[in-house]
């Protein structure tokens, strides 16, 4: 038998074999659903939002607070290095050791708790855009069932879209008579370690 008559008869077989790799036939797949989509912007909404502003300027008058705080801090322990550089002839090698030490202390500890203050700052800001984005995604929900839209896309993902599809500025709207300002819970303040109170007098008279 010649290849070509093989290959006609196996041709008889390919209508099962397409039907076998799809799985099912094409009369049993259920048609999609017309496309009807609304687009929102959450980035506009956690920017533009009354209760996004008002979160944003908590935070900010926090980490002015601090900042000031820290600066503080920051002179002191400046100002403790020059004097230890000062008295390092006229103190007692083991004198000096001490207080350097005490002066490494205070530094690693105003780093540390510059490092755990940001990041339970960035903390409070993702708990506070959270309940946001949990407030407008129940307003952008009703919405699309308003509109019997059935795709809600973000508008960051679109090259191109035509007028009346973006719902953002309805949604900030209305969640801005649902949730016009939201208290940030803010990091508790943690008092500072006795020995970091303490100024180093002692010995200092010896000159």
Do not use: C
Request: charged share 25%.
């Amino acid at each position: 038998m010649s290849s070509f008559a093989t290959a006609r008869r196996l041709a008889r077989y390919w209508p099962v074999l397409a039907a076998l790799a799809v799985g099912l036939p094409a009369h049993a797949q259920a048609p999609l659903p017309t496309p009807a989509i609304i687009v929102v912007d959450t980035n506009q909404i956690l920017r533009d939002s009354k209760a996004a502003k008002d979160v944003q300027q908590q935070l900010k008058q926090q980490e002015t607070a601090y900042s000031k705080e820290v600066s503080q801090q920051e002179a002191d322990l400046k100002n403790m290095q020059d004097e230890l550089e000062r008295q390092r002839t006229v103190l007692a090698p083991d004198v000096f050791a001490a207080r350097s030490q005490d002066f490494q202390r205070r530094y690693v500890a105003l780093d540390r708790d510059v490092q755990m203050k940001r990041q339970a700052l960035q903390q409070s800001l993702n708990d506070a855009r959270d309940k946001i984005n949990n407030a407008a995604l129940k307003i952008i929900t009703d919405i699309a069932k308003e509109r019997k839209a059935n795709m809600v896309v973000e508008k960051a993902a679109l090259v191109y879209m035509v007028s009346g599809l973006d719902i953002t500025a309805e949604v900030i709207q209305q969640l801005d008579k649902a949730l016009p300002t939201l208290v940030v819970s803010l990091p508790k303040e943690t008092p500072p370690q006795p020995q970091l109170l303490a100024a180093p007098t002692a010995a200092k008279k010896k000159k």
